[in-house]
């Protein structure tokens, strides 16, 4: 248990489809992070938010809309995705300003889109 | 262009004896590294790091060297176990302001210890 969660663990949408996904972090951090896992690739930073504001926003496409409603949780809205989309995505949240670089990740959804 | 590389997406090792995991980065900013390792259907979760002030990190089995003037590192780990069965990732970050912990990732490798 690393202190951070993701609901769903898997997630199967069609490219019309509308959904999103949660994480939550237990941890008392003040940043939290958006990654996507790709087969064959690193994980890409897609989204940070710190201290409850959006400060990275990596060229993600606007289908893909994030919101940080407080400091322990971050969702990831969904819509219009393309089969391209299927990934891992990985949650993870960290404690800014504190001197350290870790980031706790959560277990990740597996998003399949068809 | 990968600024952190793992140029071996897998490694096999008899169990009890060392496994070594490298990591190379291009990046001369990167002054933090991190190693992440990966188990099927869960999260990466941290192991260890080192600062670009030191060139040794040690805790239990796993030990961190850093090589700056090679921009390489590698990871330790001594007696491998079964249970170290995993992909490994390598992670570097920059001083960014401490607005945010940025971490680059590399493509990791699959550690198999053999029993």
């Known amino acids: 248990e690393t202190g951070v969660t993701q609901t769903p663990r898997h997630l199967v949408m069609g490219m019309t489809n509308k959904k999103s996904l949660k994480c939550e972090q237990h941890l008392g951090h003040n940043a939290m992070y958006w990654y996507k896992q790709s087969a064959k690739k690193p994980l890409e930073l897609m989204f940070v938010?710190?201290?409850?504001?959006?400060?990275e926003n990596n060229s993600v496409p606007s289908r893909f809309s994030p919101e940080c409603p407080n400091s322990s949780h971050l969702f990831l809205h969904l819509h219009t995705l393309q089969p391209e989309d299927s990934a891992l995505y990985l949650c993870?949240?960290?404690?800014?300003?504190?001197?350290?670089?870790?980031?706790?990740f959560g277990p990740g959804t597996r998003l399949t889109v068809t | 262009d990968q600024q952190v590389k793992q140029n071996s997406p897998s490694l096999s090792v008899q169990e009890g004896r060392i496994s070594i995991l490298n990591c190379d980065y291009t990046n001369s900013m990167f002054d933090y590294f991190l190693w992440y390792k990966k188990y099927p259907a869960e999260g990466p979760t941290f192991l260890i790091s080192i600062s670009s002030i030191k060139d040794k990190n040690e805790d239990g089995r796993f030990t961190v060297f850093l090589n700056k003037s090679a921009k390489h590192l590698s990871l330790h780990i001594v007696p491998s176990q079964p249970g170290d069965s995993a992909v490994y990732f390598c992670a570097a970050s920059g001083s960014y302001g401490g607005a945010t912990n940025k971490l680059i990732f590399g493509t990791g490798t699959l550690l198999a210890v053999q029993p």
């Open positions: 993870a949240s960290s404690q800014v300003f504190a001197g350290g670089f870790e980031q706790y």
């Open positions: 938010y710190s201290l409850e504001e959006r400060v």
